[in-house]
């Protein structure tokens, strides 16, 4: 079997060939830049038509000097809260006619970090956003240059910051959903918490601040990782001891894993342990019991750190910080404790 060779596509100067101009003249068309005879545009519009041609964005950008691409940096982009924050930024730079570029920053070696920031500081961007939920792309943040137009997203961390910041408020979120366990009765909630780019996330901060400001014991926090597996191995060890009644877990996929646990350790959620998540990935409806959690509105806090980005890239000025808090979400997998607080 013969494979027929692919057909290159069109460039500019096909263009101006079919039609029967110079390749300055289909550039003047294409751009705007300079007025052109309506039967010359007329013919280049007709050539265009013709062949299929598309103008190169990389293209228009060097003719016209308006820089057009947008970069993106992430530790991961298969996470949920990554994945959907990068949908919100790329939704809203497409409606305003940017590309989006995104460089994965693997780990926060240096050698790594400047070789992605080399790879962003090579090409046309007009500026980027950095998804600081990771230490990798902290690192990255940091090592980009001030020249750049650069607006970091992240959760509620504590600090000042010297560059526009959008973020979502964790901390007040995982108060809530402490103050929501207690006023079901428990004594106390156990806390496992995800990976920080400091001493603490914000939610695990929340969650502290809330036990102390009611007055109960603060158990020390289990570390784990982003997947369930971690939180299976937190709960198994949570499981072992009868006084934990309820958890608060640094995200779904780790609640996911601590119900699992308790499950397979013969303690019912939520009839002998109240389970919450954070985050309400599109899987925590679904799970039976269906997972009471936090929802975050990641697309929004992409489309959010856009417009700060754009307002930057326009002006020269942005709003310094921009905050939205979460919503706790109420499903089947929190209830009292089997003997509820005295």
């Keep these: 079997m013969t494979v027929p060779a692919r057909r290159k596509p069109p460039v500019i100067a096909d263009v101006a060939r079919v039609a029967g101009v110079s390749v300055p003249t ?184 809330a036990l102390v400001a009611a007055g109960r014991p603060v158990p020390e926090p289990l570390a784990a990782g982003w997947e369930p597996s971690s939180g299976y191995d937190a709960g198994a060890l949570l499981a072992q001891d009868p006084e934990v009644t309820a958890v608060l877990a640094g995200n779904d996929q780790l609640a996911i894993g601590l119900m699992r646990a308790f499950a397979d350790a013969g303690r019912a959620v939520p009839g002998e342990v109240s389970v919450v998540g954070f985050d309400d990935e599109p899987f925590a409806a679904m799970w039976s019991p269906p997972l009471t959690t936090v929802a975050q509105d990641f697309v929004g806090l992409g489309r959010r750190a856009f417009g700060m980005l754009s307002d930057l890239m326009r002006t020269g000025m942005s709003t310094a910080r921009s905050t939205a808090v979460p919503e706790l979400v109420l499903r089947g997998s929190a209830a009292p404790p089997p003997t509820p607080l005295d």
């Design 26 to 209: 289909v550039s003047r068309v294409l751009t705007g830049s300079t007025p052109v005879s309506d039967a010359k545009r007329a013919q280049v519009m007709a050539a265009i038509e013709t062949l299929g041609y598309r103008p190169n964005a990389a293209a228009r950008a060097l003719v016209s000097g308006r820089q057009s691409m947008i970069s993106v940096l992430a530790g991961n982009t298969m996470r949920y809260g990554y994945a959907a924050t990068l949908q919100g930024v790329e939704e809203a730079a497409r409606a305003a006619g940017y590309l989006v570029v995104i460089t994965v920053v693997e780990s926060d070696d240096p050698v790594v970090v400047d070789a992605a920031v080399s790879l962003v500081l090579g090409q046309a961007v007009a500026g980027a956003v950095v998804l600081e939920f990771d230490a990798a792309a902290l690192a990255a943040s940091r090592a980009l240059p001030s020249s750049v137009p650069v607006v970091t997203v992240s959760s509620a961390t504590p600090g000042e910051r010297t560059r526009p910041h959008a973020e979502l408020d964790d901390r007040s979120a995982a108060g809530e959903a402490v103050d929501y366990l207690l006023g079901l009765g428990h004594r106390t909630v156990h806390h496992v918490a995800i990976p920080s780019t400091g001493p603490e996330v914000g939610r695990t901060i929340g969650w502290r601040e």
